[in-house]
C-alpha cells in the first residue's frame, strides 16, 4: 500500500513538471491557429482560437505524452504538429455543423473526397486542407480511414440529441462513439504500432471524456435543449451505474495492454485523474437530488447548483483522492 502510494505521487510530481510547459505549449499553438489563418488567407473566431488552443495543450501534455511515454518516449516534433492539425480539423468541423449551417451533403464530400472539393469558404477550406494533410501524415491508413468514418457517423447521429426522442442508452451510445473516435483519430497521429487493445484504450478513454463533459455540463446542455444521458436518466444511482460501466470499460483495456507493468502504472495513475473528474461532477449533481436520488428539472435550478467549481479545494481534494483510488485497479 506504502509502495503505491508513493509510486502514485511520484507519477504525479512528474506529470506536473511536465504541466509546466502547458503555458507554452498553449500560446504556440494558439500562434500557429493565427499563423495558419494568415497563410490561407482567412480568419478564425476568436472563440475558436481560444478554445483550440487550450485542447491542442490539453491533449498533447495531459493524454498523447502520457500515453507515448508507456513506450519510453515524448511526443517528436511532427506528432505535435498533427495534433494542432487535429484541432483546426475538429473545431471548424464542429463550427460547421452547430453554427455555420453547412449542408451535410457538402460535409460528407469534405469529410470522403477532401482532395476533390472545392469551396470558397475559409471554414470548409480549412477543413479539407487539415483532413488531407493528416491523411498524408498517417501510418495505419485503412484504420484510420475506419475510424474517420465512425466519427462522422456518430456526429451526424448526434443531431438527433435536439429531437428529445432518444432515451438513455441511445444518448449514451452516441456519446461513447463521439469521445471514443475522437480521441481514437488522435491515437493514429502518433507513431503506434498497431494494436487492437491500445485502440481500445484510446477509444474507452474518450468515452469517459465525453460523459465526463456530460456530467459537468448538465446546466448548459438543458438551456441549449441538447439531451443527454445525464438528462434522460431515471436518478443519481442510474448516472452512476452508466458512467462506472463507462470507466469500467477504460480500466479493463488498460488491464489487457501489453507494455512494461511498470510504464503502465505510472500512465494510470495520470489518466486515472481524467474519470476522476467525472466523479467530482457526480457528487456535484448528487448534492441537489432529492430524497428519493431524482434530479429536479435543471431549468428550476440555479445555475449555481448545477455548476461544479474546480476551483473549490474540496472538489480539488476530492478529485485527487478519488483518482488515487482508481489508480489502484490495475492491480486488482
Keep these: 500500500m506504502a509502495f503505491h502510494f508513493l509510486n502514485y505521487v511520484g507519477s504525479l510530481l512528474r506529470f506536473m513538471l511536465r504541466v509546466l510547459r502547458y503555458r507554452s505549449v498553449e500560446s504556440n499553438g494558439r500562434q500557429f491557429l493565427l499563423d495558419y489563418a494568415v497563410a490561407k488567407g482567412g480568419q478564425f473566431s476568436d472563440k475558436l ?18 500515453i507515448s511515454l508507456m513506450y519510453g518516449r515524448l511526443t517528436n516534433p511532427t506528432e505535435q504538429h498533427c495534433n494542432r492539425l487535429y484541432f483546426i480539423l475538429s473545431s471548424v468541423y464542429d463550427d460547421l455543423m452547430d453554427e455555420l449551417g453547412v ?22 477550406q480549412a477543413l479539407v486542407d487539415t483532413h488531407i494533410q493528416l491523411l498524408d ?10 475510424v474517420i468514418d465512425a466519427i462522422h457517423q456518430a456526429q451526424l447521429d448526434s443531431l438527433n440529441q435536439k429531437g428529445g426522442n432518444l432515451d438513455a442508452p441511445g444518448l449514451i451510445d ?15 497521429y502518433i507513431d503506434f504500432p498497431l494494436h487492437e487493445v491500445l485502440d481500445a484504450c484510446w477509444y474507452e478513454l ?8 456530460d456530467l459537468f455540463d448538465v446546466y448548459k446542455d438543458r438551456k441549449e435543449g441538447i439531451d443527454t444521458f445525464v438528462l434522460r436518466s431515471d436518478g443519481i ?32 495513475n495520470v489518466l486515472s485523474l481524467i474519470p476522476a473528474l467525472g466523479y467530482v461532477a457526480l457528487r456535484q449533481l448528487a448534492s441537489v437530488c432529492d430524497e428519493q436520488g431524482k434530479i429536479p428539472d435543471p431549468a428550476t435550478l440555479e445555475r449555481r ?24 485497479a490495475l492491480k486488482n
Design 174 to 188: 452516441i456519446a461513447r462513439r463521439k469521445g471514443g473516435g475522437s480521441l481514437l483519430m488522435c491515437r493514429h
Design 103 to 124: 449542408d451535410l451533403k457538402d460535409l460528407d464530400a469534405m469529410v470522403y473526397h477532401p482532395r476533390q472539393y472545392r469551396s470558397e469558404r475559409f471554414y470548409e
Design 206 to 213: 474518450g468515452g469517459v471524456i465525453q460523459l465526463s463533459n
Design 49 to 66: 482560437v481560444k478554445e483550440a488552443s487550450k485542447r491542442i495543450a490539453i491533449q498533447q501534455l495531459f493524454i498523447n505524452d502520457t
Design 237 to 268: 444511482e442510474s448516472i452512476r451505474r452508466m458512467y462506472d460501466e463507462q470507466v469500467n470499460r477504460f480500466i479493463d483495456a488498460m488491464k489487457r495492454l501489453n507494455v512494461d507493468q511498470h510504464r503502465k502504472q505510472a500512465c494510470f
Design 137 to 146: 501524415a498517417v501510418r495505419h491508413s485503412d484504420a484510420c480511414a475506419h
Design 305 to 328: 447548483l448545477l455548476i461544479t467549481d474546480m476551483e473549490q479545494w474540496s472538489n480539488r481534494t476530492y478529485w485527487v483522492t478519488t483518482s488515487y483510488r482508481l489508480s489502484k
